[in-house]
């Protein structure tokens, strides 16, 4: 059974930084592309990131320059490194792969960018 736990959300200042952290279990991790999703209050969740097996990475636009995803596969583990935060960041933040054409999703961690 496919299980992410994501963890590292939090509140923080404008301009802070913080590091979301997802665990997978359940996968080869290292075979399995990564994506980190987010759904800020009121709206749609939207993608944000996504890792390729390969590490081939790809980012929304407004994101660009300001969050890293990484992996460690060694740890079973995706990140997100969140720097120069922002107000429209603030939002729940999810982390998903598929297998065998199902979507997985984790429970979600808040981040709160407000000073």
């Known amino acids: 059974q496919v299980q992410l736990v994501e963890s590292g959300g939090g509140l923080v200042q404008p301009g802070g930084s913080l590091r979301l952290s997802c665990l997978a279990s359940?996968?080869?991790?290292?075979?399995?592309?990564l994506d980190w999703y987010r759904q800020p209050p009121g709206k749609e969740r939207e993608w944000v990131a996504t890792?390729?097996?390969?590490?081939?990475?790809n980012y929304l636009d407004s994101v660009k320059g300001r969050f890293t995803i990484s992996r460690d596969n060694a740890k079973n583990t995706v990140y997100l490194q969140m720097n120069s935060l922002k107000p429209e960041d603030t939002a729940v933040y999810y982390c998903?792969?598929?297998?065998?054409?199902?979507?997985?999703w984790g429970q979600g961690t808040q981040v709160t960018v407000s000073s």
């Open positions: 359940g996968i080869i991790f290292s075979d399995y592309r």
């Open positions: 890792i390729a097996s390969f590490n081939l990475t």
């Open positions: 998903s792969t598929r297998r065998l054409g199902s979507v997985y």
